[in-house]
């Protein structure tokens, strides 16, 4: 009969040893308390409490967790805008007391905190504005939450401002404006591109012209340059200067005859191309030459006249 009862006594103290200890996890601290009052704070390993008299309070993570915090406002432009600022906390090793005992729920402190920093400072500031400076956002949130949270036991180890994402209509509406821009300047590009076109068209047209001006000039003096070795040479055997020049000229009309008449696809006809033509403007050449002279020398013989009557 003893025997019977034994064996349950013992059974019941080796679960009341096994229950007297307990293993925290590492970067986790557990807390303890003793008929409900705070006893202590064990780290990470094996750990022994006094059975039916200490029980574990909670469990608190030393590692750095992140909290994603979605806020609604409005920019100094009257346009409402979403952002997610993301902050990144974990509790201090030397504080998890005040951790776990100030705060019941912290995510909910740290999100008041968040919604007061960014409705303050976005309101001051354009959209575009919100875009440039979420740095200074941010900065300020982390700002804010490290003297609030402190005193609680938490250290804020970073906070980002992770998206902007302004009303539906409000994005359209600035794509419309970018698309705007970008035609304006693919314009403007084009426009200039268009007119340094037409001005060197125009620079190298008048560069042609006046190219082709001095060739024609150049021609013309080696034309008048030949013609003129020509009259000194039929000089030189007793034909005078107007016979020479009608002789010229009836070369070159039967050297233009000859060079048409080379062309096989000519199709021109020259009226009239007889000698007696050719004789004809010889004759109108000489009464021009003459009648030139004698206008010449009654010119000379006036002034004569004029200066002796003075």
């Known amino acids: ?111 008041s905190y968040v919604f007061d920093v960014v409705r303050a400072e976005v309101p001051k500031m354009k959209l575009d504005d919100v875009f440039v400076k979420k740095d200074d956002i941010a900065l300020a949130v982390k700002a804010e939450l490290n003297d609030a949270m402190s005193d609680y036991g938490f250290d804020i180890i970073k906070t980002l401002v992770t998206d902007i994402d302004p009303d539906a209509q409000v994005k359209a509406a600035m794509n419309r404006i970018n698309a705007a821009d970008r035609e304006k300047t693919a314009a403007q590009f084009e426009g200039d591109a268009a007119r340094i076109l037409i001005v060197e068209k125009a620079k190298a047209e008048a560069e042609s012209k006046r190219l082709q001006g001095q060739g024609i000039a150049d021609q013309r003096r080696e034309i008048a340059r030949g013609l003129e070795e020509s009259v000194e040479v039929l000089n030189k055997v007793g034909i005078n200067s107007q016979e020479a020049s009608a002789l010229i000229v009836v070369t070159q009309h039967y050297d233009t005859l000859q060079s048409i008449g080379q062309e096989t696809n000519s199709n021109l006809i020259l009226l009239p191309n007889s000698p007696q033509a050719g004789s004809t403007m010889l004759n109108d050449m000489v009464a021009s030459f003459t009648a030139s002279n004698q206008i010449g020398e009654a010119m000379k013989n006036a002034d004569k006249n004029k200066k002796n009557n003075e």
Do not use: N, W
């Open 1 to 111: 009969m003893g025997q019977y009862i034994l064996v349950p006594i013992i059974f019941f103290g080796l679960i009341i040893l096994i229950s007297s200890f307990f293993v925290v996890k590492q970067q986790t601290a557990a807390i303890v308390e003793r008929f409900g009052k705070f006893q202590s704070i064990r780290q990470s390993g094996l750990q022994l409490k006094i059975p039916l008299v200490d029980r574990i309070a909670g469990k608190m993570s030393l590692k750095i967790q992140q909290l994603d915090v979605i806020i609604e406002t409005k920019t100094l432009d009257d346009v409402f805008v979403r952002l997610k600022v993301s902050v990144q906390y974990k509790v201090i090793k030397d504080k998890v007391y005040d951790a776990f005992y100030k705060l019941d729920y912290p995510h909910d402190q740290i999100t």
